[in-house]
């Protein structure tokens, strides 16, 4: 086919021209997106796009460059230049890709391509909306407004081609559906509640007038937040925010941050790094997951890799690059393909437990449930966590009023060692996901 | 007094190397005319084509090494086509006319009415640039950007022995926009950027910290003669050091210092999001339907400028062709106007005004913020740290987010010292200070006669496009503010 005519000229004309080694990457994409907001159509975007990117080496020396014309003359200047770039650069041996008898030579087919999605027409997309807004103000009266619904979806192929021999083809699909609602508060501020359904199939998002329902109940449950006073209590974190409390491990866990000492995990594979609940595993092969891969993007195979067990810290997530600044063995975790490769996760998570989300609230007599966060607040030097919240009270086992503009704190490593219950509602709608759980204590800066 | 400086109109803008503006794909008033022609043959109230080029370069230190070199060029052909609030939007990613006729019938569609409409006769409007460069970074040879980060990890090991890694990164633009409307107007901008950043980590045996400093904007190579690479290795080592020493945070309400300078990232949280027009059009900003009214103390005044001599945010012409002007967003603490794109100044009835911009050639314009400051006052900043028994002195952030429909902020903190009995006294471990953006300004009591622009480094995301913007303000006091620390 026409990608991987393109991707193996390319790597001959790399060849031709003294490239040590080579990795290119040739892609094609399609996406729509409507926008409606109050019912009437505010954007409808189509388009087409293509690109070549390619990693060349060349006495060691590297240099990662991208171009969007993929015409022959075009792409063997594009090419010429990528190679002086790269003598601007300095020998770093460490380099090298992979050794070819590490490559994956028999990529499992993964079902994450749906031919459906790029049937969806505009019209089509545009109907969804409107269904799922409409479903949001029709819920509950006090939904004044709408930030809008939309829709979008997006579908590309790509082929990996590298000088030591890989040839990878993959294809998939995403489509996604979310609404905005605002509610008006006495005191004049307004409350905005979302909710979105994502999915790799058509089939596989939920309903547009549940997701209009849920956005609705999402802002209006915020009406009357206030703040909470100061201090240390338990902390329940709902799924959605809970994600994101894995996700910053994860950014502790990936090779660069432990090679460059921007990880406060650099020294810890081994030991403890949380309490016996935190389980974490990247699994490439999750079915219809939205990080699923068939292999690296240096072409090495993906296994499922537990990153911790019960509390301790098992395994790294590495490229070749990171693999040999550490010694150790890479663990086909390089994202990309045809840039420069950093270990990423795949669909990355925390093992769900067996009770049910609301038993998180039993015993509590005062803490906070967080169901949103905001800012940036992680050093992955040091661990140092501080966020704003928004989420609800707890008083008594029971939620009893909303609570926002506060911020949650506390070391990521005295929090991961505080979990003390992991619910069972993991769902893998996103690539980092987690169930919802309890940590013993935070600090609240409140009133 | 150190105030920002708008420059005066300067030289013309002149063509630069875009595939658009000049050999033999040069776009012509007649070409620009047939597809205009070809967007609105269903219709629609107006139509524009924003033509980009964008080349850059890019190399990135490791602990003394260069890890790797990058560069790219990316070209193409954005389509819009707007009937009352829906808009059509579709892009090419060549300047085959086949193509970019392709990308205008798709974007037509979104129109109706069926009765084509024809464009005015263009324009090209003569330009002065805001932003003059002579030598481009992206144009310097790769020996001299390496030279140049080589400095920088030289002055951050050289500044202590507890200095134990350091990593240095510089990204130059050069970009040139062609933007047509049907209303006729053609503008031409050539948009050079640069941007260095050196991040250090440093370790006394007991405790890891780290420190970054960067900076740049629209300069040429003349930026490092402002600030010199080793101003930014000494920097980012200065505060890796002084965070080795830093204790616990306090959490809960208290009287919050802002230092002149990056703590604008504050205003462009806090304020700047909720008075982009398309959030007030929809009515789900906190300041919709206000103007007029108060809604700061009286002793703050804002404004958005995008003509500051090399500033990261400053542009000469926006992305919808207009020529932006300063907008005072907030004066005395009434709220005057909105930064209106095209689209909502025509809801507004009111004139365009330029502040439509936008990621890439493959992304719709909305109103953006270009460099928003808050101008300063009259208080010695000595005076202002004087007046607190007990807060925080807040000096550097890393960055910031807003929930546009209430107000409410959370920004972090990198580098912050306790004010107790008027005196700055230990530096605090990273923490977020959170509040509501128009609460807090009422809380201003006093404001700084030393304002100062931050080093470019700010990057603003909206709606998944991201824009370089600028920000700038002087001393501040806010006199009540939650302040996100560990100790209670």
Redesign the interface.
């Known amino acids: 086919m026409e990608m991987e005519a393109v991707a193996s000229h390319a790597l001959d004309v790399l060849k031709r021209l003294g490239a040590q080694h080579a990795e290119v990457s040739v892609g094609v994409g399609r996406e729509l997106e409507v926008v409606v907001r109050q019912g009437e159509v505010e954007l409808v975007k189509e388009a087409a796009s293509s690109g070549l990117s390619v990693r060349v080496i060349v006495d060691d020396r590297v240099a990662v460059s991208s171009t969007t014309d993929l015409g022959r003359a075009s792409v063997e200047a594009f090419l010429a230049r990528a190679i002086d770039m790269a003598r601007i650069s300095e020998p770093d041996p460490l380099a090298a890709p992979p050794d070819p008898s590490e490559l994956e030579h028999d990529p499992p087919l993964l079902e994450l391509f749906d031919p459906r999605t790029e049937l969806i027409g505009a019209d089509e997309g545009i109907a969804m909306a409107r269904r799922a807004e409409a479903a949001a103000f029709a819920r509950d009266a006090r939904i004044t407004s709408s930030e809008g619904a939309s829709f979008g979806r997006s579908s590309a192929h790509s082929v990996l081609a590298t000088s030591g021999g890989f040839l990878g083809q993959k294809s998939g699909t995403y489509q996604s559906l979310s609404v905005q609602a605002i509610a008006d508060d006495a005191d004049g501020k307004k409350r905005n509640g979302g909710y979105w359904t994502g999915a790799r199939f058509r089939d596989d998002l939920e309903d547009a007038e549940f997701v209009g329902r849920e956005a609705a109940d999402r802002a209006v449950r915020f009406l009357g937040s206030a703040k909470m006073d100061t201090g240390v209590v338990p902390v329940v974190f709902d799924k959605e925010a809970a994600r994101a409390i894995v996700g910053l491990v994860a950014s502790c866990i990936v090779g660069d941050a432990i090679y460059r000492q921007r990880s406060y995990l650099a020294e810890r594979l081994g030991t403890r790094i949380g309490s016996s609940w935190l389980t974490l595993i990247d699994d490439p092969g999750v079915p219809r997951g939205p990080g699923s891969r068939a292999f690296d993007g240096e072409g090495r195979p993906v296994p499922r890799r537990d990153v911790t067990e019960s509390g301790t810290l098992q395994s790294l997530l590495l490229d070749t690059y990171s693999a040999r600044k550490l010694n150790l063995a890479p663990t086909g975790s390089a994202s990309g393909g045809g840039g420069i490769p950093h270990a990423s996760t795949s669909n990355f998570y925390l093992a769900a437990g067996d009770r049910g989300p609301e038993t998180l609230l039993d015993g509590i007599s005062r803490g906070l449930y967080v169901v949103r966060m905001m800012g940036f607040g992680f050093d992955p030097v040091t661990g140092d966590f501080s966020r704003g919240a928004e989420g609800f009270l707890i008083e008594d086992g029971k939620l009893t009023r909303p609570v926002g503009e506060i911020t949650i704190s506390r070391n990521l490593d005295e929090l991961l060692g505080g979990i003390e219950a992991v619910a069972n509602d993991l769902e893998f709608k996103t690539s980092v996901a987690s169930p919802s759980f309890r940590v013993d204590a935070m600090t609240i800066g409140g009133t | 007094m150190a105030s920002p400086q708008s420059v005066l109109p300067g030289a013309l803008i002149e063509p630069g190397e875009a595939p658009f503006i000049t050999g033999p794909s040069a776009i012509t008033d007649d070409l620009l005319e047939q597809l205009l022609r070809k967007a609105l043959e269903r219709g629609g109230d107006f139509a524009d084509l924003f033509f980009e080029y964008r080349r850059h370069a890019s190399?990135s230190m490791?602990?003394g090494?260069?890890?790797?070199?990058?560069?790219?060029?990316?070209?193409?052909l954005g389509v819009r086509v707007v009937q009352?609030?829906?808009?059509?939007?579709?892009?090419s990613?060549?300047l085959e006319l086949d193509e970019m006729l392709a990308?205008a019938q798709?974007a037509s569609?979104?129109a109706s009415s069926g009765e084509s409409r024809a464009p005015v006769a263009v324009k090209r409007l003569a330009l002065t640039t805001r932003y003059p460069v002579a030598a481009e970074v992206v144009d310097a040879e790769?020996?001299a950007?390496?030279a140049i980060l080589r400095r920088a990890d030289a002055a951050a090991r050289a500044a202590d022995s507890r200095v134990?890694?350091v990593?240095a990164s510089l990204v130059a633009v050069h970009k040139e926009i062609l933007v047509c409307s049907s209303t006729g107007n053609v503008g031409y901008d050539v948009q050079p950027m640069v941007r260095m950043g050196v991040s250090v980590?440093a370790s006394d045996g007991q405790?890891?910290?780290?420190g970054q400093s960067g900076g740049g904007g629209r300069f040429g190579l003349d930026y490092f003669e402002r600030v010199t690479p080793e101003d930014h290795g000494r920097e980012a080592a200065r505060i890796a050091l002084v965070t080795l020493d830093s204790r616990p945070?306090p959490?809960?309400?208290m009287p919050v210092v802002l230092a002149p300078g990056d703590a604008g990232i504050l205003l462009h949280e806090a304020v700047g999001h909720g008075l982009e027009a398309d959030f007030n059009r929809?009515?789900?900003?906190?300041y919709t339907d206000r103007i007029g009214q108060s809604v700061a103390s009286p002793l703050v005044t804002v404004v958005d400028d995008p003509g500051i001599v090399g500033s990261r945010g400053s542009i000469n012409v926006d992305d919808e062709g207009e020529v932006p002007m300063e907008h005072r967003l907030i004066e005395g603490g009434i709220l005057r106007a909105y930064m209106q794109d095209r689209i909502s100044a025509r809801f507004f009835g009111l004139p365009t005004a330029g502040s439509g911009r936008r990621e890439s050639f493959?992304d719709?314009p909305m109103p953006r913020m270009t460099n928003t400051l808050m101008m300063p006052g009259e208080d010695d900043p000595e005076d202002i740290i004087r007046s607190v028994k007990r807060g925080i002195y807040a000096k550097k952030f890393?960055?910031?987010?807003v929930?546009i429909?209430?107000?409410?902020?959370?920004?972090?903190l990198?580098e912050a010292y306790l004010i107790e009995d008027g005196k700055l006294t230990g530096p605090l471990?990273?923490?977020?200070l959170?509040?509501?953006g128009p609460e807090a300004l009422t809380t201003v009591s006093m404001l700084g006669h030393d304002f100062a622009l931050s080093d470019g480094m700010w990057t603003c995301g909206k709606d998944g496009q991201s824009a370089p913007v600028g920000v700038g303000m002087p001393t501040v006091i806010l006199d009540r503010l939650?302040?996100?620390?560990?100790?209670?």
């Open positions: 190399i490791e602990d090494r260069v890890r790797s070199v990058g560069g790219g060029v990316d070209l193409g009352g609030a829906a808009v059509g939007y579709a892009y990613e060549s990308a798709t569609r979104i790769g020996a950007r390496v134990r890694r990593d980590v405790r890891v910290e780290s945070t959490a809960g309400t929809k009515r789900t900003s906190n493959r719709v890393s960055g910031g987010q929930n429909s209430n107000g409410d902020f959370v920004f972090s990198t471990k990273s923490a977020n959170t509040g509501n939650t302040v996100g620390g560990t100790a209670v």
